[in-house]
């Protein structure tokens, strides 16, 4: 009997073991937990406070800087754009008078003769105007006849045909031959690229 009361007591002290090694095993995980969450309270006081500090407002002085540098960059483009297109208007306008004085005196010679012109179609041409370019200013037909390409300008004669007129801005040129009678041709890009 008296080995088992020596077992008896043995599992109660065993057991009494346990239960000891069980609840100090759960102090412990919840003064880990505890530790755990008054971190997590530290972070977001922390995070708190700094969210009810007032607003600094940001420096915009760089921003301001590259504005303004900006505007004056653009402001010098626009200068030098003024200045090429005055160049350029006054290029054109020169060509334009030119035109104008062409104009005028094709009037005065129509003015003159006092009689209709007789068109006629293109195809009347011994010869196919192949493209209107413009060299140093001055208009040039490129023209195929007799198996040869040939630079024509206004007045030159071909085949017995004459150039009137020849105009690069507008892609046309203007034929009158020994009759008198005239052919006014107007070159499209789609023409010149198809021959």
Not at 2 to 15: I, M, N, T
Not at 114 to 142: C, G, Y
Request: charged share 20%; proline share 3%; hydrophobic share 40%.
């Amino acid at each position: 009997m008296k080995k088992f009361l020596d077992a008896k007591w043995l599992g109660l002290v065993v057991l009494n073991v346990l239960v000891i090694v069980f609840v100090c095993v759960k102090h412990q995980s919840s003064s880990i937990n505890n530790n755990n969450l008054n971190g997590l309270e530290q972070k977001l006081i922390t995070i708190q406070s700094q969210l009810n500090k007032p607003n600094q407002q940001p420096d915009l002085s760089p921003i301001t800087d590259n504005i303004k540098q900006l505007g004056d960059f653009i402001q010098q483009m626009q200068n030098k754009d003024d200045h090429q297109l005055g160049d350029l208007f006054s290029t054109e306008q020169a060509a334009i008078k030119n035109q104008l004085d062409g104009i005028k005196e094709l009037l005065k010679h129509l003015d003159s003769q006092k009689q209709p012109i007789k068109m006629l179609p293109a195809s009347e041409l011994p010869f196919r105007v192949l493209s209107i370019d413009s060299v140093q200013e001055i208009s040039v037909a490129s023209v195929a006849y007799d198996y040869k390409t040939q630079a024509l300008e206004k007045g030159d004669s071909l085949a017995g045909w004459k150039i009137l007129d020849i105009n690069f801005a507008k892609q046309t040129i203007e034929f009158e031959n020994a009759d008198k009678a005239h052919v006014l041709m107007h070159l499209t890009q789609q023409e010149v690229g198809n021959e």
